[in-house]
């Protein structure tokens, strides 16, 4: 990926994403079968660390499907390209600026990163637990996003944007996130992934009102923070 940030493309305690169930899913492109975003949006800034080396043209299309997600829960997505290696930080200045507090980190991870003894095999990705105040990272395992598509279950962007904007959920909805709609779903069946189920696959009302609170409430709590500070200099 080159350095410059884009609009267009968010993780709590440890959560893996939904299980993918059953075959049948025809390709298709969701983004087109939604609105765009509410009213009263509140952006996001998603650092993403492409470990496994996504083609561009995948990658794009699955932040496309990500941001869509979101945007129709009044979420705005900003993807931020970010360098996996040391040597190559001087060719990503847009992920080197200061941390704001929605700023947020997703990895794109190759099988070799990813520890099956710790990881539920099904699992397309995993959420640590995202403290007020701290640094939120998830992950999401390319591989097994990879083989899902391969087994005829649904175009691989698409399926990487919505197991993208799943772990995004985990990080802005809090701990045990799970619901039993929506892109939310502990687990999905195949037919939750054809064109005609695809808007389902979507946040709640209840969803999108958290998640803006939750982000005002990180917003308000870095802020003070931020002023406490500066009193203390």
């Given amino acids: 990926m080159n350095g410059t940030g884009r609009t267009a493309r ?7 994403l939904a299980v993918l169930m059953a075959p049948g899913a025809a390709g298709h492109s969701s983004a087109r079968n939604r609105t765009e975003a509410e009213p009263g949006a509140i952006t996001i800034a998603l650092r993403v660390y492409d470990y ?9 299309g699955a932040e496309t499907e990500a941001t869509t997600i979101l945007a129709r829960a ?26 704001q507090a929605n700023d947020f980190v997703l990895k794109v991870l190759p099988k070799a990163m990813v520890d099956s ?25 390319y591989d097994r996003v990879q083989s899902l598509s391969q087994g005829g279950r649904g175009p691989l962007p698409v399926l990487l944007g919505l ?14 996130s799970h619901s039993s709609t929506g892109i939310m779903r502990a687990r999905w069946f195949g037919e939750d992934i ?15 009102r958290q998640m803006k609170t939750r982000l005002a409430e990180r917003a308000q709590a870095w802020q003070l923070q931020a002023e406490a500070v500066e009193l203390g200099r």
Avoid at 120 to 139: I, Y
Wanted: glycine share 6%; charged share 15%.
């Fill in 74 to 99: 009044g979420v705005e997505a900003r993807w931020v390209d970010c360098s996996t290696s040391k040597a190559d930080l001087d060719n990503y200045p847009d992920c080197q600026s200061p941390w």
């Fill in 117 to 141: 003894k710790v990881i539920w095999q099904e699992a397309m990705g995993f959420s640590f637990r995202c403290d007020t105040l701290g640094t939120c990272s998830s992950s999401v395992f």
């Fill in 10 to 16: 968010s993780v709590t305690l440890a959560t893996g």
């Fill in 52 to 60: 496994a080396r996504v083609d561009r043209a995948r990658m794009l």
């Fill in 163 to 176: 197991a993208m904007a799943h772990e995004i959920g985990h990080l802005l909805l809090g701990t045990h």
């Fill in 194 to 208: 054809t064109l005609a189920a695809c808007p389902h696959l979507l946040f709640t009302a209840q969803q999108s």
